[in-house]
């Protein structure tokens, strides 16, 4: 007996509680980044300063990133009543966390590349100048930090599931705007470090302080890639959201007249999981009454029910 709604019964849209909140953070921060970016290459331009025109560039790829994340939201919104997305669009935003993360690991070669050559070939800086570019790079990006940071998307950045509570209250990351977040952090700390390093040279002669740091600072910004990887394709791949099948298992296990054949839970949203759940059960226990067992399982907006008498 198979308890699989059909689809034309109800809607599967999965996206967070926070998805138009969080797409215009997002797109306030891109508007940010573009006219920071935009600035910093016609002052380049104008001045010769090859490192405005620099920062200007590495700007742009953020500014790209960022607009990845925007698309993405707006992507998912115009698409949740697709029908021909089975579990609607509530794993976009996963796509676009993941794309963000290869471009983030990228900057952080580039800039591991370009600082171990400078380490290696010493280059002239125009510290003053390069000091004052750093710090107006840094004021943006915490502007910007600022404006996602009530987003929710920055509590997880190892444990997206951390804190889950049994009774169904879980919760998860919107990565979309995660991603956003780690980009704006990956270009703060690189201003931090730039600054830090920029003051040596000036002061105490440590010239090679600044390609140091843009090393240090390139590792962090991996790391940083690698979780965001990690965690974004765990719910492309549709890992086990061990969590909250551990918590249907508790409570199906807790009734004598029901055993669990085969188990499957997994995200489709940020807030969202669906599962397949198959038992064998005594012949006068119905799906629905599976179904009101389950109930206590608020994660759980998908829910199909498979029983064997």
């Known amino acids: 007996m198979n308890d699989s709604k059909s689809s034309l019964t109800h809607e599967h849209s999965f996206l967070g509680s926070s998805h138009d909140e969080n797409a215009r953070r997002t797109r306030s921060v891109v508007a940010l980044t573009f006219i920071m970016m935009v600035g910093e290459i016609v002052a380049g331009y104008v001045t010769g300063s090859m490192a405005l025109l620099a920062d200007g560039f590495h700007m742009a790829t953020h500014a790209g990133a960022l607009g990845i994340a925007v ?53 002239n800086v125009e510290f003053g100048q390069a000091t004052v570019i750093a710090a107006v790079g840094l004021l943006v990006n915490i502007v910007s930090a600022f404006m996602l940071s009530n987003g929710g998307g920055h509590h997880h950045h190892d444990h997206p599931h951390r804190g889950h509570d049994h009774h169904g209250h879980g919760h998860s990351a ?17 201003s931090i470090l730039a600054i830090a390093a920029l003051l040596a040279g000036r002061y105490l002669g440590w010239v090679w302080l600044d390609p140091v740091m ?29 969590h909250v099948a551990d918590e249907i298992r508790e409570i199906l296990s807790s009734y004598r007249d029901t055993e669990i054949a085969d188990l499957h839970v997994w995200q489709i949203g940020p807030e969202a999981r669906a599962a397949i759940v198959s038992v064998r059960t005594r012949s006068d226990v119905s799906v629905q009454t599976i179904r009101d067992r389950l109930r206590p399982v608020h994660e759980v907006l998908h829910l199909t029910v498979e029983a064997a008498h």
């Open 71 to 123: 698309l993405a939201y707006g992507y998912a919104k115009r698409n949740t009543a697709n029908r021909a997305y089975s579990f609607g669009t509530g794993k976009v935003g996963e796509l676009a966390g993941f794309a963000s993360a290869l471009i983030l690991a990228l900057v952080s070669l580039g800039i591991a590349i370009e600082s171990a050559l400078r380490l290696i070939r010493p280059t």
């Open 174 to 190: 919107d990565n979309n705007l995660r991603s956003a977040y780690v980009h704006v952090l990956a270009d703060a700390l690189t």
């Open 214 to 242: 843009g090393i240090v600072g390139s590792i962090v910004i991996a790391r940083w890639a690698w979780t965001l990887m990690r965690d974004t394709a765990a719910v492309l791949l549709d890992k086990t959201d061990e």
